[in-house]
Structures are given as structure tokens and as C-alpha cells.
């Protein structure tokens, strides 16, 4: 086993955990929505567009380091130090994704209520992710220039205003606009 396979499997499992964190969320919030519309409850429960959009950013903001992880891997090493971070790292996104979906949707009428109270805490956890890749990266050497291209720096700008105006901005359809433009960054990135 090498020292990318070692580590990789506690990665890969908690970030595995976090994709099914982000699934359970949705199928619970789906059954309740479709209980409520069997019912024909006046007060019928609704998903939103909020939620089901920052999920989709968190499935696809969590592959991307899934793919880093991936494109790191002749630089990792075993060490006490490595597995620690990589735990921390990875533990940070399942938190992250846990918050997506509330673990009791029927305390809410609109699900956009549990949103506002959780997003900022989700794209603080996201920006602090992208801080931590990014000191990673710059302290090693190999792939220091690649990191401080001009286009490598661009992108993650951009990345990082667009997060930051999701925290600040609390109108719906301004977060609806941010979360579809970072969602399409990264399939924009993916499919290039």
C-alpha cells in the first residue's frame, strides 16, 4: 500500500460520508415534502430553490477536492501531522454538508428558513477549506508556480467573491444567482 493509499482511505470515507449526508438530507426533505402533499395540508411544506441549489454546490465544491486529493498524490507522505489535517480537512466537509439539510424538516414551513440560518456557516467552512488547500500548496515547492499562475489566482478570486457575496447578500434571488454561477464554475472547469 502506498502512502497515498493509506491516507486516501480515511479521506475518501468521511468525504463519502459527506455525499451521503447531502443525500439522506434531500430524500428526507423529498419524503416530507411528498407526505405533505398527499395530506393536502394547507400549510404544505416547501423545498425551495435554496437548499437543493447549495447541496448541489457541495456535492460538486467536495469533488473538487476529491480530485485534488487525486492530483496531490506523488507529494503525500505518512505522517502524524498529514493524517491529523487530512482528517480535520475532510471532517470540516462533512460538517459542512451535514448543515445542508436540516435533520428535522418539519419544523419548517419553507425550507429557504433553515438556508438562511446555515449558509453563512456553510460558505465560511468552504472559504476556510480553500485558505487551507491554498497554504498546502504554497509551502510546496513543486507546485508553487503552478499555483501562483495568473490563472490559477483568477479563478480562485473569483471563487472567493463569490462565496464572500453569498454570505453577505441575504436576498433570495441574488443567493439563487450565486449559487447557480458556482455550481456552473465548476462544471464549467469539469467539463473543459
Do not use: C
Amino acid at each position: 500500500m502506498t502512502d497515498f493509499e493509506f491516507i486516501f482511505v480515511l479521506y475518501a470515507l468521511i468525504l463519502g460520508l459527506s455525499l451521503v449526508e447531502l443525500l439522506s438530507g434531500l430524500g428526507r426533505t423529498l419524503e416530507l415534502e411528498f407526505a405533505r402533499d398527499a395530506e393536502g395540508a394547507e400549510d404544505s411544506f416547501k423545498i425551495g430553490w435554496l437548499t437543493p441549489l447549495m447541496a448541489i454546490f457541495v456535492m460538486l465544491d467536495l469533488m473538487s477536492f476529491w480530485m485534488f486529493a487525486w492530483t496531490i498524490r506523488p507529494l503525500v507522505s505518512v505522517s502524524p501531522i498529514m493524517l491529523l489535517g487530512v482528517m480535520a480537512f475532510a471532517s470540516a466537509y462533512y460538517l459542512a454538508a451535514r448543515l445542508v439539510f436540516p435533520s428535522d424538516p418539519d419544523r419548517f414551513r419553507k425550507l429557504d428558513t433553515h438556508y438562511f440560518r446555515v449558509s453563512r456557516t456553510i460558505f465560511g467552512i468552504l472559504l476556510a477549506l480553500v485558505f487551507v488547500q491554498w497554504a498546502y500548496l504554497l509551502s510546496i515547492p513543486a507546485v508553487r508556480d503552478a499555483v501562483l499562475s495568473p490563472v490559477a489566482i483568477s479563478v480562485t478570486v473569483l471563487f472567493v467573491v463569490m462565496m464572500a457575496a453569498a454570505m453577505i447578500f441575504r436576498n433570495r434571488h441574488v443567493q439563487a444567482v450565486l449559487l447557480v454561477a458556482l455550481s456552473a464554475r465548476y462544471l464549467a472547469l469539469y467539463l473543459s
